[in-house]
């Protein structure tokens, strides 16, 4: 086979002569300079190759076996160099506590419950130790429904009855407030919340027991309120109603501390009384009754229980 460059320029002679015009007028230089070489390989016979000097180069470089990669660091000589990384010891962790704001309701509580806003007053002890010295009078343990009469209107009854509930939940007692007032109930307004429904959906059975209580600012302590009550709602109050309602009070409270209505009203009394386990008559420090032991027999014959009297008195 003859060489590739010799039928090039073989060919290139034939030519010269027809093409000299052509060249002339071409810009591109196709003649072959003595100092330069086309690159070019052939394969002969037997699969011999020839080639120009920069192909074969090339060639040969890629033949080569790639450099070899050297082996990877022994898995103990890694361990021994993370053992040799210095690391900066970490220090014990502080923690302290931040007291988180009181509930925006306990701001509603009324300011004569002073044994929320006031623990450690006076006054607040004094009630603590009328508590302690009511719980005594029972002849059984908890858990206890105990109601507070007032021997008329506006004497202080609810107030001291708040003030009682509050200590009997700081005392770790499951405890219950329930509005038992139908002509003016106030526990809901003295402890900051909305009188939803109550004690007289309840009993009409509009409302299950346990969605009718509510969750008051003061731990441990919940409220079964009251809304004023109508003529058609009273019907609703019957013995075997309240008794249904303080077996199932009884079973998730210690004390259940009821506001209940005045002597004046003693259709109501004769009602609340029987499901009680005492009753307290509340009147101002100072007064006496016309006829104790005439009221006595009427709290008495209508079923209640009289534990005792509670005296109020507001300084001046």
């Given at each position: 086979?003859?060489?590739?460059?010799?039928?090039?320029?073989?060919?290139?002679?034939?030519?010269?002569?027809?093409?000299?015009?052509?060249?002339?007028?071409?810009?591109?230089?196709?003649s072959l300079r003595a100092a330069e070489q086309v690159p070019f390989i052939e394969i002969g016979a037997g699969k011999k190759i020839e080639g120009s000097a920069d192909v074969m180069a090339t060639s040969l470089t890629k033949g080569q076996p790639s450099a070899v990669q050297p082996p990877h660091m022994p898995l103990q000589a890694l361990a021994a160099e993370a053992r040799a990384v210095e690391l900066t010891k970490a220090k014990p962790m502080t923690a302290a506590l931040a007291p988180w704001p009181s509930a925006v309701p306990s701001q509603n509580v009324a300011p004569e419950i002073i044994a929320f806003h006031q623990p450690q007053h006076p006054i607040s002890k004094q009630y603590a130790d009328l508590f302690a010295q009511m719980l005594e009078c029972q002849t059984q343990k908890s858990p206890l429904v105990l109601a507070l009469v007032g021997a008329k209107p506006q004497v202080g009854a609810t107030t001291v009855l708040v003030n009682l509930a509050v200590v009997s939940a700081q005392a770790g007692k499951r405890t219950l407030l329930v509005d038992a007032r139908l002509a003016q109930p106030m526990l809901a307004q003295r402890l900051g919340l909305s009188a939803l429904s109550g004690l007289q959906e309840v009993l009409a059975g509009t409302v299950a027991?346990?969605?009718?209580?509510?969750?008051?600012?003061?731990?441990?302590?919940?409220?079964?309120?009251?809304?004023?009550?109508?003529?058609?709602?009273?019907?609703?109050?019957?013995?075997?109603g309240l008794s249904w309602v303080?077996?199932?009070?009884?079973?998730?409270?210690?004390?259940?501390?009821?506001?209940?209505?005045?002597?004046?009203?003693?259709?109501?009394?004769?009602?609340?009384?029987?499901?009680?386990?005492?009753?307290?008559?509340?009147?101002?420090?100072?007064?006496?009754?016309?006829?104790?032991?005439?009221?006595?027999?009427?709290?008495?014959?209508?079923?209640?229980?009289?534990?005792?009297?509670?005296?109020?008195?507001?300084?001046?």
């Open positions: 086979m003859g060489r590739m460059l010799e039928t090039l320029k073989h060919s290139a002679r034939a030519t010269a002569g027809e093409g000299a015009k052509l060249q002339e007028d071409s810009v591109v230089d196709w027991l346990e969605l009718a209580i509510q969750k008051t600012p003061i731990a441990a302590l919940d409220l079964l309120s009251a809304r004023a009550e109508s003529e058609r709602a009273s019907g609703h109050w019957t013995p075997q303080v077996a199932w009070l009884k079973a998730r409270y210690d004390v259940i501390l009821a506001d209940g209505p005045s002597l004046e009203e003693t259709a109501q009394l004769a009602l609340l009384g029987p499901v009680c386990d005492g009753v307290y008559l509340v009147l101002p420090r100072g007064e006496q009754l016309q006829s104790p032991q005439a009221m006595a027999q009427l709290i008495a014959g209508q079923g209640a229980r009289l534990r005792g009297l509670i005296h109020t008195h507001f300084e001046i």
